[in-house]
């Protein structure tokens, strides 16, 4: 993630995340309510120090129902405290005591029956409140948060969609040269990572090269959904729709087909993606067709504390966005949580070569 553009350049002040799982605090939107009735349990749970296929193994185990019948509408990370929606499937009457299951790391805040499945990305998006200690230089992020509450930032992949050390995307090319994955989720998942650093790169490109400025040929995303149209020429309707964000300006999520920008825009995709040629055929032959993100990441209710040398951020983001995307456009932050981890395979390798 390092290599790709800054939107306002590199930042100055370093910073530590995650010192403490709380610092790194997220609550799902759920787009809809609960209906009362149904045979699948929609479930409320706060979690600290589990990740989201533990906590459905301990629901499957609990309400005694095959893993399958356990859904959720996004993964959480382990080490922070979560607030999550989880589904579970279970024919008939029976309604487990569910707060059964609460512990220090588990909480039921609330239980209720559902008419329907719950699926990965029935989310509206999630809130965030996090804590970052030791910031170097205040007065550098709050100048930048200014920036970002008018403009965005680059709405960039994060470094999780990539997995540990970014081996999904290698995982994912070497499908492209032979490699043989049976396992259907994480050949969607490789896939995924391939298509997602795709798009990283044609978005570093073109902000570097033209910045947040139109060009001829975009194609623009109605706001709040996936319809587009070309902006063959800007005109000023078309700019008025850009200030006043019922439109957006997009980049590419590769597949099949004839890119869908066109002109200057489609030139400017194409030179930034002209090297990855392996990358987007392995795409092409996956199946996958070719579809648009918006460019910039927009945070909402975006506010902050200082306190000394700690800032603490609250905002909320659409379904799909990362969190590190603003992060890394305000500080030069490193994860205390992420580290530790590293540092503990370091030693298992080194006591395992001894």
């Known amino acids: 993630m390092s290599e790709l553009h800054y939107l306002y350049g590199k930042p100055l002040a370093t910073a530590d995340l995650r010192t403490h799982n709380?610092?790194?605090?997220v609550q799902e939107i759920l787009p809809f309510a609960p209906t009362g009735e149904g045979e699948h349990h929609l479930l409320h749970i706060r979690k600290e120090g589990l990740n989201t296929v533990e906590v459905a193994k301990m629901l499957s185990s609990f309400a005694h129902v095959h893993p399958k019948e356990v859904t959720y509408a996004g993964q959480k990370d382990k080490h922070?405290?979560?607030e999550q929606w989880f589904g579970v499937r279970i024919?008939?009457?029976?309604?487990?005591?569910?707060q059964q299951l609460n512990s220090e790391q588990i909480t039921i805040l609330s239980a209720s029956r559902h008419t329907k499945k719950l699926r990965i990305g029935a989310l509206a998006g999630n809130r965030f409140?996090?804590?970052?200690?030791?910031v170097s230089d205040i007065a550098d992020v709050v100048s930048r948060i200014e920036k970002v509450k008018k403009q965005g930032v680059p709405n960039y992949f994060g470094e999780q969609r990539f997995g540990n050390d970014g081996k999904n995307l290698v995982f994912g090319r070497q499908m492209f040269t032979g490699r043989k994955v049976k396992d259907r989720n994480k050949r969607s998942m490789y896939l995924s990572a391939v298509r997602s650093n795709l798009f990283n790169v044609a978005t570093s490109e073109r902000l570097a090269a033209h910045g947040t400025s139109v060009?001829?040929?975009d194609c623009v995303l109605l706001a709040g959904s996936k319809s587009y149209f070309v902006a063959e020429q800007w005109d000023d309707t078309l700019t008025e729709r850009l200030a006043k964000k019922d439109i957006?300006?997009?980049?590419?999520?590769?597949?099949r087909g004839l890119p869908l920008a066109q002109a200057e825009a489609a030139t400017c995709e194409a030179d930034a993606l002209a090297e990855l040629i392996v990358d987007r055929e392995g795409l092409e032959q996956a199946g996958l067709n070719q579809e648009r993100r918006a460019l910039l990441l927009e945070p909402q209710h975006l506010q902050y504390q200082v306190d000394e040398d700690t800032i603490t951020l609250k905002f909320a983001l659409p379904s799909g966005s990362y969190a590190t995307s603003l992060l890394r456009e305000l500080f030069l932050y490193q994860d205390v949580k992420e580290l530790a981890r590293k540092q503990m395979l370091a030693e298992q390798k080194s006591n395992e070569a001894q």
């Open 22 to 25: 709380s610092d790194f605090q």
């Open 91 to 98: 024919p008939g009457k029976e309604t487990p005591d569910w």
């Open 129 to 134: 409140t996090l804590t970052l200690r030791n």
């Open 215 to 217: 060009l001829a040929g």
């Open 248 to 255: 957006q300006l997009s980049a590419p999520l590769w597949g």
């Open 80 to 82: 922070a405290v979560t």
